[in-house]
């Protein structure tokens, strides 16, 4: 078990300095989202050799990583996270799932845990049967590739998403229960959606753990906060980690902070990395 660091949270940065002041405050991980400007675009026409050089960045600092795809308008400027893989529009759904099969490309060259990736939200006009068969033929697809590449997913249950609830999750290993297919837990989520005692959620799923990310927060409002600003008790909390000897990374997710992300990134190692240590 490890601490890293998502980019959404130093979007203010380059993406190679963000790694180098990560790696000196001594985060062993990075979670990347992948973005506009230089954090690994798609539409980049130089991506290749950008991904080239963090794969060379993260080895030098002997750094973990995982791939995340929840930016809000890479592939929209219109419409914050559209298109998804329950959008009703076939196109827009074969959109996403080749930006999913890019990022499971940068994850292989990373040599990445994972690559993180939720539902999509579903259109009020369109019928929830409907939704999961577009889900299900998605995840599928995605899961084929990453099989191919060596790869491997985890999904993340998000707030106002179709699959928000780890019943929802459930629901969805019912119907896809692809070998790839793990979970990114979100701690923060689980609180706000009530799925909890938390501690028993990490034992319950620690199985499908493949990916976590760590933020405080309160149980009624989606908002990202420093720890010790929420109601999570963070060290029984990562003593259940310990106690089903999660190996992978806990990475902190202060989307919100980025303005202060020295200072915060800072401030969030010091608080959880003694935690980590059991000190």
Request: with cysteine; aromatic share 8%.
């Amino acid at each position: 078990m490890y601490l890293g660091y998502n980019t959404n949270g130093l979007v203010h940065h380059r993406l190679a300095d963000t790694v180098d002041l990560l790696a000196e405050i001594g985060y062993q991980g990075v979670a990347v989202t992948i973005d506009h400007g230089d954090a690994l675009d798609p539409l980049a026409p130089d991506r290749l050799k950008a991904i080239e050089q963090l794969q060379g960045q993260l080895e030098k600092h002997r750094m973990h990583s995982v791939v995340e795809t929840g930016a809000r308008y890479v592939l929209d400027p219109w419409n914050k996270h559209e298109p998804s893989l329950v959008s009703p529009d076939p196109e827009a759904r074969a959109r996403r799932l080749a930006f999913y099969e890019y990022a499971i490309d940068v994850a292989a060259t990373l040599g990445s845990d994972c690559v993180s990736f939720w539902s999509g939200k579903r259109h009020k006009a369109t019928d929830p049967k409907l939704a999961w068969q577009w889900l299900v033929e998605g995840i599928t697809a995605m899961a084929e590739y990453a099989d191919q590449r060596g790869v491997m997913l985890g999904m993340e249950t998000e707030p106002g998403m179709f699959v928000d609830m780890m019943a929802d999750f459930e629901q969805l290993l019912g119907l896809c229960d692809a070998p790839r297919l793990r979970l990114t837990m979100d701690v923060g989520h689980l609180l706000l959606q009530g799925d909890t005692p938390l501690a028993h959620m990490v034992h319950l799923w620690s199985s499908r753990l493949v990916n976590v990310h760590m933020e405080d927060m309160k149980a009624a409002e989606h908002r990202h906060l420093m720890f010790g600003e929420g109601e999570i008790d963070f060290p029984a909390l990562i003593q259940s980690f310990r106690e089903v000897d999660y190996q992978g990374g806990l990475y902190v997710e202060l989307s919100g902070d980025s303005d202060t992300a020295p200072q915060t990134a800072k401030q969030a190692f010091e608080f959880l990395q003694p935690l980590v240590e059991g000190k």
